[in-house]
């Protein structure tokens, strides 16, 4: 048996793989990029370097291994001793077709955020308006203030690189669709906006961390907000 557990909605995911995880007396837990098909033989089979188990936990194999005759040469293998072993997969991310079809006869369960998080991420721009106070009060009360604030700071990021011309790797992993969408938002903003945004969510996050916050993570954002449409 095959299970592969992926979606953007990482902490759901996460969680079921950890579920799935706890349910085996022994499992054996491998990451991506840190193993070879030699060892996958040695896990399954009882090899000298490993206990035998019947319940495989990988983690980010799809992130960490990018070569196409690796990857076929990982997927091929599970379909091979499906009928014989328990394997889950795990990814922080979305697979694509091409991906999931690497293994046709795998149970897929895939976590997908809220798409009132999205409407939300979407909304901002340094105009106040009432419909992005509504946004923001759905997104949080869908998907949670911590999970909002995680996208909120990966989203203003992207946002800020593409504004300041910055080449990095989170920007060439995206479609050219949502690069095309960012870059529109980003042109809305000054360059200094969107510094602001990034240093008080960084403020925020350290407040948080070390104890001294004084106000709620909702209440931190509003706040960060606010400063952004007074400007």
């Given at each position: 048996?095959?299970?592969?557990?992926?979606?953007?909605?990482?902490?759901?995911?996460?969680?079921?793989?950890?579920?799935?995880?706890?349910k085996?007396?022994?499992p054996?837990?491998?990451?991506?990029?840190?193993?070879?098909?030699?060892?996958?033989?040695?896990?399954?089979?009882?090899?000298?370097?490993?206990?035998?188990?019947?319940?495989?936990?990988?983690?980010?194999?799809?992130?960490k291994?990018?070569k196409k005759?690796?990857?076929e040469?990982?997927?091929?293998?599970?379909?091979?001793?499906?009928?014989?072993?328990?394997?889950?997969?795990?990814?922080?991310?979305?697979?694509?077709?091409?991906?999931?079809?690497?293994?046709?006869?795998?149970?897929?369960?895939?976590?997908?955020?809220?798409?009132?998080?999205?409407?939300?991420?979407?909304?901002?721009?340094?105009?106040?308006?009432?419909?992005?106070?509504?946004?923001?009060?759905?997104?949080?009360?869908?998907?949670g203030?911590?999970?909002?604030?995680?996208?909120?700071?990966?989203?203003?990021?992207?946002?800020?690189?593409?504004r300041?011309?910055?080449?990095?790797?989170?920007?060439?992993?995206?479609?050219?669709?949502?690069?095309?969408?960012?870059?529109?938002?980003?042109?809305?903003?000054?360059?200094?906006?969107?510094?602001?945004l990034?240093?008080?969510?960084?403020?925020?996050?350290?407040?948080?961390?070390?104890?001294?916050?004084?106000?709620?993570?909702?209440?931190?954002?509003d706040?960060?907000l606010?400063?952004?449409?007074?400007?």
């Amino acid at each position: 048996m095959i299970t592969i557990i992926h979606g953007d909605n990482i902490a759901a995911s996460r969680n079921t793989f950890i579920a799935e995880k706890n349910k085996v007396v022994s499992p054996t837990v491998l990451r991506g990029g840190e193993f070879t098909l030699t060892d996958l033989t040695q896990v399954l089979e009882g090899g000298m370097l490993f206990s035998e188990s019947t319940h495989l936990f990988i983690e980010d194999l799809f992130g960490k291994v990018r070569k196409k005759d690796e990857l076929e040469a990982y997927t091929s293998f599970f379909e091979k001793v499906r009928d014989k072993y328990s394997i889950f997969l795990w990814e922080g991310k979305t697979l694509t077709k091409q991906q999931l079809g690497l293994m046709k006869n795998a149970t897929v369960e895939l976590f997908r955020l809220p798409t009132s998080l999205f409407s939300f991420l979407d909304a901002i721009s340094p105009k106040n308006t009432e419909q992005h106070v509504l946004r923001l009060a759905k997104a949080v009360a869908d998907s949670g203030e911590e999970m909002v604030f995680t996208m909120l700071v990966r989203h203003i990021r992207l946002l800020l690189s593409l504004r300041a011309g910055a080449d990095i790797d989170e920007v060439k992993r995206l479609a050219s669709w949502q690069t095309g969408k960012l870059r529109a938002q980003a042109s809305v903003f000054t360059t200094e906006q969107l510094l602001m945004l990034h240093s008080g969510l960084f403020t925020i996050d350290k407040e948080r961390k070390t104890g001294a916050a004084s106000l709620p993570l909702r209440a931190s954002i509003d706040f960060l907000l606010l400063r952004l449409y007074h400007e």
